[in-house]
């Protein structure tokens, strides 16, 4: 709903080429801050943090999700190179590139550097096209020998011992069903495709792919007796969205997609933007759609995709009437007093809170994780800027309240901490009765509190139950 009114928004406001084109520039500046703390990371610098081992993550703090970030910020930076005639936007654009590709690459995410390889070659074919020279044929055809080439080389020597020095090398050549990341994922594609045949119409409902995971879960995808893989998430746009939303939603969705790509190329046949530009564009969503059949949407990719969203609206309201619409909306100072105090609400609500909550979970599990008293204190003040439906952090909570029963036992400070787990992880299962995951952790937690009271047993029990009867393939 954020993301509609965000799109709403930017194609209500931003009405001439010139706005969008300084719309585009915010997102670049965004893209190179965040660029800079990922160099930082590279290169070990002090003030950026790394916690993904020698994958770069950004900010954003993974790398699959930086590799989708940095494919829209590496397009939408090749759209403006063919728009503008300025040497120093064009060096700047060039620069963000190469550097955005450079850190892409050591992301080490293989749908996302795939996809960039889709979208350069779209975006050559659209040059190519657009000067149809010698010169630019010879580009394009040279693009394409070029990745053929290395494609060749990296799986034919993909069992080289100097490969395995470098890792985005060895990454890409373990494509495979052999390769164990490979294997989940087939396999998590299959159990979706599954719970599709099962419900084929209308799907699982939105967000609901990890009670068709469990239902229809696989045994196979167990490493060891430790493993428990839980996906919420398909990672892949194509099965996610036929398992949640059906044939028709998938019909949609494809749709949308389809859209896009055709508003873009009729823009440049409108002489509204470039052929080149509008190759840059569609290289973009192209790009985008290949790396989301290995991973998913996170708000720093699906931002950027609506932004791409209002460009396209734009330009489509501009080749129907072949100007640039007049909008004015006006101003009534009465109406902007009266919002004053609704925004105010809306502020403390929807920003301010999520900022405190989000500030005592880190005290509890970060500062304050070797007193028991004090993280107490802080997942109770965290609790109290929550939403009452806020499952993500009582299982935060039941994780660590269960860790400092392992460390410590029934012990006289453990106790307060793992009573107020239980009750709270109980409103848990009345909010999804369908989560597997809470009904055996909680189980989990009751066995290891049984000393408190004996009840704990039976209710531990009659959790595990609950818990086969909604995922009876699983060993848990």
Request: hydrophobic share 50%.
């Amino acid at each position: 709903i954020h993301l509609v009114l965000f799109f709403c928004i930017i194609s209500l406001f931003f009405r001439t080429k010139k706005e969008w084109h300084e719309l585009l520039h915010m997102a670049l500046i965004a893209g190179a801050l965040q660029s800079l703390y990922a160099l930082g990371q590279y290169f070990n610098l002090s003030f950026a943090l790394k916690t993904t081992g020698e994958r770069i993550g950004g900010s954003i703090g993974n790398p699959s999700f930086l590799g989708a970030y940095l494919l829209f910020i590496i397009f939408i930076a090749a759209y403006l190179f063919f728009e503008k005639s300025s040497s120093k936007q064009k060096f700047f654009y060039i620069a963000l590139i190469l550097i955005d590709a450079f850190l892409l690459w050591h992301t080490q995410t293989r749908g996302a550097i795939i996809g960039l390889v889709a979208g350069a070659i779209v975006l050559a074919f659209a040059y190519a096209w657009s000067h149809r020279g010698k010169i630019s044929k010879i580009i394009f055809i040279a693009t394409l020998c070029f990745f053929a080439c290395a494609s060749i080389f990296i799986f034919a020597n993909k069992n080289a011992e100097w490969m395995k020095n470098y890792s985005t090398l060895d990454r890409l050549a373990s494509i495979s069903k052999s390769d164990v990341s490979a294997r989940n994922r087939l396999i998590v594609w299959k159990v979706g495709l599954n719970a599709f045949f099962e419900r084929p119409i209308l799907g699982w409902g939105y967000e609901n792919f990890y009670i068709a995971f469990n239902k229809h879960f696989d045994p196979a995808l167990a490493q060891d007796i430790g493993s428990h893989p839980w996906y919420d998430r398909a990672h892949n746009v194509v099965v996610e969205i036929l398992v949640t939303m059906g044939f028709f939603g998938f019909v949609s969705f494809a749709l949308i997609f389809f859209w896009i790509i055709k508003i873009f190329w009729q823009s440049q046949k409108e002489r509204l933007i470039s052929q080149t530009s509008a190759g840059a564009l569609i290289g973009a969503i192209v790009a985008y759609g290949i790396q989301n059949l290995f991973v998913f949407d996170t708000l720093s990719s699906y931002i950027m995709l609506f932004v791409l969203l209002g460009l396209c609206a734009y330009l489509e309201m501009s080749c129907k009437i072949k100007k640039t619409p007049k909008f004015s909306i006006p101003l009534y100072p009465v109406l902007v007093a009266l919002s004053i105090p609704v925004v105010a609400v809306c502020l403390w609500y929807f920003n301010v809170h999520p900022v405190l909550k989000n500030y005592y979970t880190v005290q509890a599990v970060t500062k304050h994780k070797t007193d028991v008293a004090k993280m107490l204190k802080n997942f109770k003040q965290s609790f109290a800027y929550s939403p009452s439906n806020d499952q993500e952090l009582r299982f935060i909570l039941i994780q660590h309240a269960r860790d400092q029963a392992m460390l410590r036992g029934m012990a006289p400070e453990t106790i307060p901490l793992i009573t107020f787990a239980l009750s709270e992880m109980e409103k848990s299962i009345q909010v999804d009765k369908y989560a597997a995951q809470n009904y055996i952790i909680l189980s989990e937690l009751y066995l290891s509190a049984y000393t408190l009271n004996p009840k704990h047993i039976d209710r531990a029990q009659e959790l595990a139950l609950l818990a086969q009867k909604e995922a009876p393939k699983r060993y848990q």
